[in-house]
């Protein structure tokens, strides 16, 4: 943009310039001059001199016969008369081949001012008047030095206008420029000076006439000229040619140089393994980069062949890939290999090979890219681990047990002697260990069974831990299925041994189910399920053992599953009924009082005894609703009898309370509350409690009973001497009876044998000060030996089955609470009541 600027402002210069010379030489036009030869020198000049022109080689710019006529009108004329005729001959042979009308002008303007720039040169020397005066006859040096000054005016005066345009147009070197493009036009100038004074010569010896004879002449020198011209034109720019060929040449040379080197350089410093490998495997060329990947020296690597650092595993695969890139089946190819480390390690590596051909070889060699992904690989491998193994044992996770099982079904699909059982493993009681001695000795117990599990296993065989407490082992193969129970043994008998974890000597044992695969089990799915159930089932069975599965045990998790889904319904809906069994006091043979039992009649699966729902319930977490339910119908009822007559009044109701229902820090309120709304005086109800609620609950139930105890509530032991026995808490518990299990009244013999634990049981009770209720009761003999025990009350079918309440009010108006007789009407069924 500042360079336009400059030419607009230098081309306007010019133009005001020049055109206001020929202006000015037209106002001083020499009439007096003009005469025939003039109009035929102006004639020649336009008509045909204006035509015979001549290109500045690399130059827009044109010199024309006519200059030598301009010189010849400066010889004969005067300076106004070749300014006026040196300007219009520039306006017409530029108008012929210029496209922008502003250069005819501004052509017509320069050549008027170089003219007048020649004539003033001239005239202020004196050599203008010299010549027009004398002539040549009288001093040929004077009328030679004015052809030359006029030619060398001239020729700098046209030149240092055309430099100064292209130099500022093209923002070079003015001297640069003029010494480039125009010196050598100074030929041109002097053919034109020396052809005017040729003619003028002429003129003045022979006479004018002679111009024009001499016409053909001049334009055959110019002709001749322009053809020189031409010649330097063609010369110059084969010139150019060359020049520029040779720089491209050594452009590229220096380019190539210079892509080696970057080559060079980017090969042996690369962060990656680079190499050349001939056909055959031989290493050609290595970078820093391999050296260390591998810890090999480049002179190493050029004695040796890739195939001797692969590993053997990878060469196969390796070697087929470069064959088909040598046949040209593939053009690059991608692969993750292993490379042995001079120290003999292993180095995971990425891989890439492309083939590479050179100009003086047929045979093509190979590109290897090697990068070192060894951290990467070690970082996967881990991520795998950690995904398909345990955090906490180091064994593997469901995940991974899932995937091993159905790969191993699919083997037992297809091959029928392939066999596949699995011990599914849960810890008993193991969450009392957490709760007791805290969650990092509890890890600590996992992590020894874990070890313990590895030693029970065959070399094939897989244990994991699902999560929690479970474990199973995986038994895949050919085998006999009494192995899979000597599996299950010796895990029961490692884990007879104690934990020492951290000073403290804990036991453990586990409930095991053993499946063994049939064509039933699809999928690993079907085989924990059937695995769980058989579990479960080692559980119901008393823990410490394990069960192997069979279709009725599925069907009776089925009936389970209905029962736990109906249960819930049962308790919304008020299914769930309440029998009474009644209570004597053998001292004086009457009756005391009800124990209530929770009784429900399914509506398709008929009788469900309280030993099957009441465990359920306590599962899945509904034992307080039901315990609750059972609590209110009863004390209403019983209630309702009291009110009946006045001997009512003092019967006792005895209602079985879960230790679930201890975790609930409401149940007294819940209780009062239940007590409030029936009107049911706290005085006659007993709760009836197992000895598991000490140890499930502690200091919690220990409280609680105590404040039941404050509202005149009494608290009965149930089931006395069959689970957990701590006579501390005997000591210090609010407890008033203790209810002598039936397992112990049914071991009584018609002779009175088997009676020391009963006795033992009594004498512990009146040592305490509490009394004894003995469940179970079924025949006279029992009832006489309970007596000569002093044993204070019983409880069994010896006197009635569990009665519903309008049953209950009939038994009541029937008995007038005296002992009734022997029940030889209703059958003798030992029930857990």
């Known amino acids: 943009m500042k360079s336009n600027g400059k030419i607009t402002a230098y081309t306007i210069t010019l133009m005001v310039a020049g055109l206001s010379l020929v202006g000015y030489s037209f106002l001083n036009f020499p009439y007096a001059k003009a005469d025939f030869y003039l109009i035929i020198l102006i004639a020649f000049t336009l008509g045909i001199g204006s035509r015979v022109t001549i290109q500045i080689p690399r130059f827009k710019s ?151 004879v001499s016409f053909p002449i001049i334009l055959l020198v110019y002709l001749s000229y322009k053809m020189y011209l031409q010649n330097v034109e063609m010369s110059i720019s084969q010139a150019e040619q060359a020049e520029e060929y040779a720089k491209v040449l050594e452009n590229q040379s220096k380019a190539l140089r210079e892509s080696e080197e970057r080559f060079r350089s980017a090969f042996d410093f690369a962060p990656i393994g680079i190499a050349l490998v001939s056909s055959t495997g031989t290493w050609l060329k290595v970078n820093r980069a391999l050296c260390k990947i591998l810890g090999y020296t480049e002179e190493e690597f050029l ?239 008393g823990k410490a053992r394990h069960e192997v599965f069979d279709p009725n045990m599925h069907e009776e998790a089925k009936q389970t599953l209905q029962i736990e889904t109906d249960l819930r319904r049962a308790v919304e809906k008020d299914e769930l009924k309440v029998f009474y069994q009644p209570i004597y006091s053998l001292s004086d043979e009457t009756m005391v009082g009800f124990e209530a039992l929770a009784r429900w009649e399914h509506p398709t699966l008929g009788h469900i005894p309280p030993d099957k729902f009441i465990p359920i319930a306590e599962e899945i977490g509904i034992i307080y609703s039901l315990g609750e339910h059972i609590l209110k119908k009863a004390c209403v009822q019983m209630q309702y ?88 808490y005997l000591t210090h518990l609010p407890i008033s009876t203790l209810k002598i299990d039936r397992t112990f009244v049914d071991s009584i013999e018609e002779q009175g044998h088997n009676l020391e634990i009963v006795q033992t049981i009594i004498t512990l009770a009146r040592g305490l000060g509490m009394k004894v209720i003995a469940e179970g009761v079924e025949n006279e003999n029992q009832l006489e030996q309970l007596k000569k025990l002093n044993c204070e009350g019983a409880q069994g079918y010896f006197f009635s089955k569990p009665m519903c309440f309008d049953e209950v009010q009939e038994f009541i108006s029937n008995s007038n609470n005296n002992l009734p007789p022997p029940m030889s009407d209703f059958p003798i069924v030992s029930t857990l009541q």
């Open 62 to 212: 044109h010199i024309a016969v006519s200059d030598s006529f301009v010189f010849l009108a400066l010889l004969l004329y005067g300076s106004h008369v070749a300014i006026i005729l040196a300007a219009i001959e520039a306006f017409v042979s530029s108008w012929r081949f210029c496209n922008r009308k502003i250069t005819v002008f501004l052509n017509a303007a320069v050549m008027g001012l170089s003219t007048a720039v020649v004539a003033m040169v001239l005239s202020y020397t004196g050599l203008l008047q010299s010549v027009q005066s004398h002539g040549v006859h009288q001093n040929w040096n004077q009328f030679i030095i004015a052809l030359s000054v006029m030619a060398l005016t001239q020729f700098a005066a046209n030149t240092t206008v055309a430099a100064i345009y292209s130099a500022i147009k093209d923002q070079e070197n003015l001297w640069e420029t003029w010494k480039t493009k125009y010196i050598w036009t100074f030929v041109t100038y002097l053919v034109g000076s020396a052809s005017a004074g040729v003619l003028f010569i002429l003129t003045h010896y022979i006479g004018f006439g002679v111009v024009i």
């Open 641 to 728: 009898l009291r009110g009946l007559n006045e001997e009512n009044e003092n019967l006792i109701l005895s209602v079985n309370l879960s230790s679930k229902q201890f975790a609930h820090s409401y149940l007294v309120n819940d209780i009062m509350q239940v007590l409030n709304e029936t009107g049911f005086p706290p005085n006659r109800l007993r709760l009836e409690i197992t000895e598991s609620v000490f140890f499930e609950h502690k200091t919690r139930a220990i409280e609680m009973l105590h404040q039941l105890r404050e509202l005149e509530i009494e608290i009965d032991i149930d089931d006395f001497g069959t689970g957990y026995s701590n006579l501390g």
């Open 303 to 541: 004695n040796r062949d890739f195939q001797s650092m692969l590993l053997p595993e990878d060469l196969g695969d390796t070697l087929v890939k470069i064959h088909q890139l040598l046949t040209g089946k593939i053009q690059t190819c991608q692969l993750e290999q292993r490379y042995l480390h001079k120290t003999g390690n292993v180095v995971w590596a990425s891989w890439s090979v492309s083939p590479v051909t050179t100009a003086d070889s047929s045979q093509s060699n190979l590109i290897f890219q090697i990068q070192d992904i060894t951290d990467k690989k070690l970082a996967e491998e881990k991520l795998q681990y950690e995904a398909t193994h345990d955090s906490l044992t180091g064994l593997p996770n469901r995940a991974m047990f899932m995937d091993r099982l159905e790969k191993a079904l699919e083997k037992a699909h297809d091959n029928p002697k392939y066999r596949v059982s699995i011990l599914f493993i849960d810890l008993d009681r193991f969450k009392i260990v957490n709760d007791s001695l805290g969650h990092i000795i509890g890890d600590q117990l996992l992590v020894g069974i874990a070890s313990r599990l590895k030693q029970c296993l065959r070399p094939r065989d897989i244990v994991c831990r699902l999560g929690g407490d479970e474990f199973t082992i995986l038994v895949e193969g050919k085998y006999k299925e009494s192995e899979i129970i000597n599996i299950a043994n010796r895990v029961q008998e490692k884990f007879s041994s104690p934990f020492n974890l951290n000073g403290n000597e804990v036991y453990s044992s586990a409930s095991i189910g053993v499946l063994h695969s049939t064509e039933k089990h699809l999928t690993a799915e079907d085989m924990m399920r059937d695995a769980d159930t058989a579990m479960y089932q080692a559980k119901r069975a």
